[in-house]
């Protein structure tokens, strides 16, 4: 009666409705200026991108409501706005694909190649798998509190779903470009974390009455095991 106490509780649980604590969900401005992530000579100096002239990145933090848990889940979708990256010429703006997107004009594959100022982009650093990376695409990064990389930078573009690496604490946001000073416009992005499933407390007291059911089960086959052994009679 135990085992079979300890067997239906156990699986009940997984079958049982959860309770999810609140979803975090923030809509943020990513400035055309705006680099995913700062380095120098101390900070992420293995990811430099141009002449080093963008502004800071949109930083999401734990204070706007997102856990950076390991494995934990970000959704990144843009919403709205546009960028351009020749604002002295007359040509069209990007969403967050870039360039190569539905706005785009030039198509330029920033990926793995060097731009006007002979220097690489930031896309240098992400996933080849995302390729092509265009200019002016959506970039992020996950970093630690001081705003060092952790993980690897991933493309953006129009959406993404990502999972916050061990040791992150912070989403950065960018835009990719090896010069950011002529730059033009903004991105509107929306970044959702799904809520994290909680077990409602039946779960959890069905879950205690089917642990303590299988102990019992356990300490009765032991002890019958001992009373075999005293008689000499073997045990089952």
Excluded at 67 to 79: E, K, M, N, W
Excluded at 85 to 93: E, I, L, M, T
Excluded at 119 to 143: C, H, K, Q, W
């Amino acid at each position: 009666m135990f085992r079979a106490l300890g067997t239906v509780c156990c699986l009940a649980i997984g079958l049982v409705a959860v309770s999810p604590a609140d979803a975090a969900l923030i809509t943020v401005a990513v400035s055309a200026t705006s680099g995913p992530w700062d380095f120098n000579s101390t900070l992420n100096s293995a990811y430099s991108y141009g002449p080093h002239d963008f502004t800071p990145p949109t930083i999401i933090t734990a204070a706007s409501g997102f856990d950076f848990s390991p494995g934990r889940q970000f959704t990144i979708t843009y919403l709205s706005g546009l960028t351009t990256p020749y604002v002295f010429y007359p040509f069209p703006f990007a969403d967050g694909t870039g360039d190569g997107g539905t706005y785009g004009y030039l198509n330029y594959d920033a990926s793995n190649n060097p731009g006007s100022t002979f220097l690489y982009f930031p896309s240098r650093y992400v996933d080849s798998s995302s390729y092509p990376v265009y200019l002016n695409a959506l970039i992020g990064t996950f970093t630690d509190s001081a705003g060092a990389i952790v993980g690897t930078p991933f493309y953006v573009g129009n959406g993404a779903t990502v999972l916050a690496p061990f040791g992150a604490s912070q989403l950065q946001l960018g835009i990719n470009d090896d010069t950011f000073r002529d730059n033009r416009g903004s991105l509107n992005v929306s970044v959702q974390q799904d809520p994290a499933q909680v077990p409602e407390p039946s779960s959890l007291a069905l879950f205690g009455l089917g642990s303590l059911g299988a102990a019992a089960a356990a300490r009765r086959r032991r002890n019958q095991r001992l009373q075999d052994a005293a008689s000499g009679s073997p045990s089952a």
